[in-house]
């Protein structure tokens, strides 16, 4: 069981400005009655940007834990996901996201931008796709999450790993494959 109230949220990805790591902690900034854990995944591409992002997060409020946890393994990606609430990545720009698709499949709703190929997702109860240019939307996307009970956020957990194996068509493509090598 979770306690309310609080919520762990990963940003799993490459540091650099297009995945917009800043953005995410300037989201985080606002939330004053939630403690949020934010462990951030991913090699630093862009050192500067990276110095930017540590200069921001000093100014944190009390209750947001950040921390950066290194670079994982892609073996390790689904253990790691699987310890977060949801993955939050507010990128700029992504042509697939193959995070998002990890993250879904190992159950775990998404909080992206609206700038991926993944949209409709809160219809879906499996995340949000939120616009940059709305960043209370974001709050109120961590916040929904954050007072969700047990029993809705399992829900929505079991939601998000059907909600990506139908999109990917897994079963589909699994009997494509038994019928080629059969």
Not at 30 to 44: A, H, M, N, S
Not at 64 to 75: A, D, M, S
């Amino acid at each position: 069981m979770r306690k309310r109230r609080r919520i762990k949220l990963c940003f799993i990805s490459r540091i650099s400005e297009k995945k917009n790591l800043n953005f995410a902690i300037n989201v985080l900034k606002e939330l004053k009655d939630t403690i949020v854990v934010f462990d951030v995944f991913g090699p630093i591409e862009d050192e500067a940007y990276w110095n930017t992002c540590q200069e921001n997060a000093k100014d944190l409020p009390e209750n947001i834990k950040f921390q950066y946890k290194g670079v994982l393994k892609p073996t390790e990606i689904g253990k790691i996901v699987s310890q977060y609430h949801a993955l939050f990545l507010p990128t700029q720009n992504e042509n697939y996201g193959h995070i998002i698709v990890e993250a879904l499949q190992h159950a775990r709703p998404v909080i992206l931008s609206d700038q991926t190929p993944w949209r409709n997702l809160q219809q879906e109860n499996v995340g949000f796709d939120i616009a940059l240019n709305d960043k209370a939307k974001f709050m109120e996307a961590i916040q929904m999450m954050v007072n969700l009970n047990q029993s809705e956020l399992d829900a929505m957990s079991k939601t998000s790993s059907s909600y990506i194996n139908h999109q990917l068509n897994l079963e589909k493509i699994k009997a494509k494959y038994l019928k080629l090598f059969a």
